[in-house]
């Protein structure tokens, strides 16, 4: 059965405290590893996808890595709008499996 | 960008109802899903469709129901509402391939009483 884990669960950061969250997979035959922003009251908002141990995404303060095991989103000077709770999937070969997600709350 | 829009951002029903809710998107996407989020559970999806008039079963179909009769509407139906059916409801599109992203709307916070 594919599986997600993330830490931590939540995560507290001042304002231009670098940091990162972890996505941990187990999935058979990875099709794709989506990661996602949810706002509060609000779906979850697209934010990249990786399909290969070494690649890695960038958009404007996030960064997305992905090896075998795991992927991580490195968020660089975080501003208080980064503050959201952001989402790992995994995509096998039966269907697309979610972390419950990490809340990361950025403070001024 | 696309553009998936649920009818509802809010709605209370009472136990026994039958419940509709709806999903639209814009971008001729041939999947749809839908989805219900609890705390400390995260997504679990309930139904998914390839095509019009095609459903899939996800991983907690019972007590609901699909429809596709058109490519842009996926429509989730709670045939008898209950109180443990209280949730956010989810519904996402992408575009056909396995590795595609899903694109979701903002949710319905549904109550039921």
């Known amino acids: 059965e594919d599986q997600v884990t993330q830490s931590p669960e939540a995560l507290r950061l001042q304002e231009g405290e670098s940091s990162s969250l972890n996505c941990s997979y187990t999935?058979?035959?990875?099709?794709?590893l989506f990661w996602y922003r949810q706002d509060p009251g609000k779906g979850p908002e697209f934010l990249f996808t990786?399909?290969?141990a070494g690649e890695e995404k960038e958009k404007e303060r996030l960064k997305a890595t992905l090896t075998k095991k795991e992927s991580f989103l490195h968020i660089t000077a975080p501003k208080p709008e980064d503050s959201a709770t952001y989402l790992c999937a995994v995509r096998g070969y039966q269907k697309v499996t979610f972390g419950i997600g990490t809340k990361l709350q950025v403070i001024p | 960008d696309v553009k998936v829009t649920q009818s509802s951002r809010y709605l209370v029903k009472r136990t026994g109802e039958k419940v509709f809710l709806e999903c639209v998107q814009d971008m001729d996407h041939e999947n749809m899903f839908w989805y219900r989020q609890d705390p400390g559970l995260g997504l679990r999806l309930i139904y998914f469709s390839y095509d019009v008039k095609m459903k899939e079963k996800g991983d907690i179909p019972e007590g609901y129901s699909v429809s596709r009769e058109k490519k842009e509407r996926f429509s989730l139906i709670l045939e008898s509402a209950s109180t443990n059916q209280t949730s956010m409801y989810l519904c996402a599109s992408s575009p056909p391939g396995l590795g595609q992203p899903q694109h979701f709307g903002d949710g319905t916070r549904l109550s039921i009483l």
């Open positions: 990786l399909y290969s």
């Open positions: 999935v058979s035959g990875l099709r794709g």
